[in-house]
């Protein structure tokens, strides 16, 4: 059972052309950050363009009941009044946090060096991921965590009463991880120490600089060394989040391997820590080109034109699989219509997503007539060229909007529709995308329509 009522099937039909604009929503990590440093701040931080998705909306719940006064007006700008470094309150009751990796963990970060306590839980999907990742480094901080076997929510944390600074090498490629580090360190006296070996999305030092915290990154032989000046008094900001990546991998995807199709994805934020799907498409022989290429806050900002075009199969490399990690069961669903196979390796962090990202692809790539190739760490993508996946299949979202979003994309394009079980999930990061798509010119099609 999911936590977001009952499954919603959708059955996605070969499309003609898509055509026009797709304006996707505020990008996800952006907005947790915005809510969470907005919280952390003395005064008033006002945000524009945030993701309204479910995730977000239960970080911008959690952050009221940590003692924030968070609000949205009715054109869509949301303040949030902070509380200071160390003013977070204990929140009277459990802090659910739906199907959301990224707010949890950072939450679980930020108020564990305060003299609080907490109890955090979330859906099916998220009680079942790993939360060893930040218990380990928050419980060197002088934090205590009481959660179920192998480290799962639901759980309590018994924030540090007079926490430690820390020095901690992320032990896998997770901008969660490291980023809950860091959010714990905000409340730590002294210099707060964050290796890691692979770079992975650099959202919350850039974020933090601009929140006024002293953040500096280093590239050593050891990896990125991040160093963080201890309890701040954080400045609130105005924000203007720009439109996410991986929300805009969807059209782009889609454009790509439905014939004849031309579309502009405007305003897209491309900070290279987050952009490596587009590279890789272009390698793949993608029509993908960045116009009015800018900067906007500190990020670089483009409009994506792309259209239609005859993708060949590619090796992905895999260090680059940290800036484009949420964009491979998209990736797939493209290799399916390209000629030749693709090889993606060094990606068993998908394993521990929303779902195992691997075996949900492999399974419904199948079921739709790809043939697949898997090990623990690799998915290999035996392509069927342009418009050549049967599909007629149904395929599970498994609670992964990602997922979700990927089975109907595939549908858009294979000889035979492609059904989704459950397009629920769909609505944590990207609500509008039935519509936009819709309005491009996919075809969906209703259970009872
Ligand atoms: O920090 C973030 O905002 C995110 C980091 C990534 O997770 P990991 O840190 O687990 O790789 C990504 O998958 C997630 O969607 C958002
Ligand atoms: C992995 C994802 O999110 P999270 O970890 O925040 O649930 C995602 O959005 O693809």
Redesign the pocket.
Known sequence: MSSHGPARPLTAKRSGPLKGEAHVPGD??IS?RSLILGALSVGTTEITGLLEGQDVLDTAKAMRAFGATVTRSDDGVWTVQGVGVGGFAEPENVIDCGNS??GVRLIMGAMSTSPITATFTGDASLNGRPMGRITDPISLFGAQSYGRQGGRLPMTIVGAAEPVPVRYAVPM?????K?AVLFAGLNAPGQTVVIEKEA??DHTERMLTGFGAQVSAEETSEGRVITLHGQPELKPQTIAVPRDPSSAAFPVAAALIVEGSDVLVPNIGLNPTRAGLFTTLREMGADLTFENERLEGGEPVADLRVRFSTLKGIEVPPERAPSM??EYPILSVVAANAEGKTVMRGVK?LRV?ESDRIDAMARGLEACGVTIEEDEDTLIVHGMGPGGVPGGATTEARLDHRIAMSFLCLGMAAKNPVKVDDVGPIATSFPIFETLMGDLGAQFQRDNA
């Not at 490629?173 to 991880?177: D, F």
Request: aromatic share 0%; charged share 30%; no cysteine.
């Open positions: 996800k990590s947790h990796g990224t490629p997770s901008a969660q991880v980023s992975t999305r990690i949420d962090e997503k």
